[in-house]
């Protein structure tokens, strides 16, 4: 060993001994961390399921190849990380002599193929990226970035480190080419080889490079080791136990879609006969109410803006971005931490659990950030606005998007279940739907005994369950099918479709109510049970008898059709829910509907989001569709699971949109613009915000909203009257 080997080994001694140190507590202190969460046993459930779904989604990259060119360079970027550090240590071996190498494998031929190549797809991997990363960078000319608000030095570090040490990957090979140590042939090797011919035959650079490349990675170990919160160079550690906790690994994309998790208090289901808020926590005040998993997901975000640039609130001009709102959170637990760890925090009266002796040592700062409210205004010093908790419509398009499954969505609402059911803090509007749904069952507020007058003017009968021996179908109407006035053309749409394709269905009439989709998502859990456990037992008397398979239900509202089929198992209700259009679209392919005067072209279609993202369903309206009308569909460029918001979910129906331009003018423009002159929907709410925006637009006369059900139906009996234009809806 030379002098200079002599130097080298002592520096990448001494730079990795710091580092490891420094991870090493780094880590234990994020453990610590995510460890003051709530309990979540429902986790560890189904082991077999979540490895194997984790080792898809990251070793297959199945949330990021959708994305195209960069989700091929950054699936090179991981595996050249994953693999190529085997080269980091193996430099640990060439720092000590010229022509070491890894043991056994290290002169194995087709280690050195495999490990040039993936260095190649490296290097033009996150050249890619550094070059997309330029582009969307937030200071550009024009448009909203969705790095705005991420932390771009720590972006730009950590890609410059990985292009550095792929770069010395092949200086190192290139300078034992140069000196004749090069184990490996030309046409294994071939930019290696390369690199070699123009370097210097160097007996000491083989050294001198490995000790930079062991300085340059373990400078990185110990930047991240010194910003926990770095999560754009954390997530590549973080993100296998996140997807591998997420709700649902059997879902095929976004976990957190669908049902909401259901209220919990100490990782058990909240039962509100016997629940008591001085014992028990009715939804999250403080950073440590969430669950270890929600601080798992705060600690695995990588900034990358993916949720941020689908949000309908963000694009629209509100203060909302998924992103920021994660990252606020996390920083906030972070920062509270040391004052959490020595044993502070308010019981759920309010009152400090810690002694003043245990918090005495405590950095002024940590004691501060203690005090912040979560959920409050820059003058009371929130760690949350509630402009920014308000504006989600839970479309659920930061959860489908986010590639390490952040579940942004039960977050909020578990926000929202606090603000409601605690401070009776939410936008005032939305109490008179909270009241109407109390008093009346219905978020409207119209009698009870009006909920079957849709079926006047039908010319067959509509058999009620009780009256008739059998039926096949349940045929959930829904509050809006039942009384608002544009959805009840719908309902009559899909009766005269039914009856004429000979189906058997029944309605619960006035037996039904809410379903309680609206409490549940504004964060009023106490209405939603009320509402849902009447509703379950309504449901299992009228099923009395009948296994699940027979228990069928047709709705065509998908916020119902998510509840009863996501939602109600939570309270004991087991039941097969189709939407109307994947019925419809089954009618039609059996031949029990045929239409015979297909309606005229220049059709497009709206993705309602509680049907498509939440339930994956895309293909049935598009099957009606394709059968009913003349042409083919014109598609929005947001559609399917990236399509945009109609900005009612999340109880938004009910709120007032005060801030930015308005969400369903933002998506009427997109339909307008592809030259369309009907948009098919196939949700209640997005056919009265849709109309709202084109009466808005003063387009009108020009451009109808109609749902798939009433466009198949004119189809299928052209002589049935329509009825003329959709009207207004019954109350407000």
Known sequence: MGSVQIVTTILAAAITAVAVWLAVRAVLKMVAVIRLGQPA????????TRARTMLVETAGHTRMLKWGVVGAAHWFVMVGFVVLSLLVLEAYFEVVTTDGGLPIIGHWTIFGLVTEIIGVLGLVGILVLMAIRLRNRPTRPGGRSRFTGSTMWQGYFVEWIVLLVLIFGFVIRGF???????????????????????????ADGVSVAAAIKIIISMTWLIVISLNVTMGVAWHRFLAFPNI??????????????????????QGKPL?????????D???????????????????TCTECGRCQSQCPAWNTGKPLSPKLLILSLRDHAYAKAPYLLAGGGKDLTGEEKATQAQLAHLDVLALAEADKPLIGTAEEGGVIDPDVLWSCTTCGACVEQCPVDIEHVDHIVDMRRYQVLIESSFPSEAGVMLRNLENKGNPWGAPQNTREDWTKGLDFEVPRVGEVDDFEYLFWVGCAGAFEDRAKKTTRAVATLLNEAGVSFAILGEGETCSGDPARRIGNEFVFQMLAQQNVETLN????????????????????????????GQLGGEFEVVHHTQLLAHLVSTGKLTPVQPVDGGVTYHDPCYLGRHNRVFAAPREVLGDAIEGELTEMPRNSERSFCCGAGGARMWMEEKIGKRINVDRVEEAMATGAKTVAVGCPFCSTMLSDGVNGKGAG??????????????????????????TAPVGS
Not at 177 to 196: I, K, L, M, N
């Open 271 to 279: 039962d509100f006969e016997e629940a008591d808020p001085e014992k």
């Open 541 to 568: 008397e009228a099923f009395e008898g009948r296994d699940k398979a027979k228990r069928k239900i047709v709705a065509t509202c998908p916020h119902c059709f998510n509840t009863l089929g996501n939602e109600y």
């Open 176 to 202: 034992k080419v140069a000196t004749d140590h090069f184990e490996f042939p030309f046409w294994a090797t071939p930019v290696s080889h390369a690199v070699g011919a123009v370097l210097p035959n160097w």
């Open 281 to 299: 926590q009715f939804g999250v005040a403080q950073v440590e109410q969430f669950s270890w998993k929600g601080l798992l997901d705060f600690s």
């Open 244 to 265: 591998f906790f997420k709700r649902e690994p059997a879902r095929p994309a976004g976990s957190g879609l669908g049902a909401l998790r259901p209220m919990t208090s």
């Open 41 to 48: 046993p429902e986790r560890f459930t189904d082991k077999v």
């Open 701 to 726: 006369e020009q451009v109808e909203v109609i749902d798939v059900a009433s466009v198949l139906l004119r189809a299928v009996k052209p002589e049935q009257p329509q009825g003329g234009k959709e």
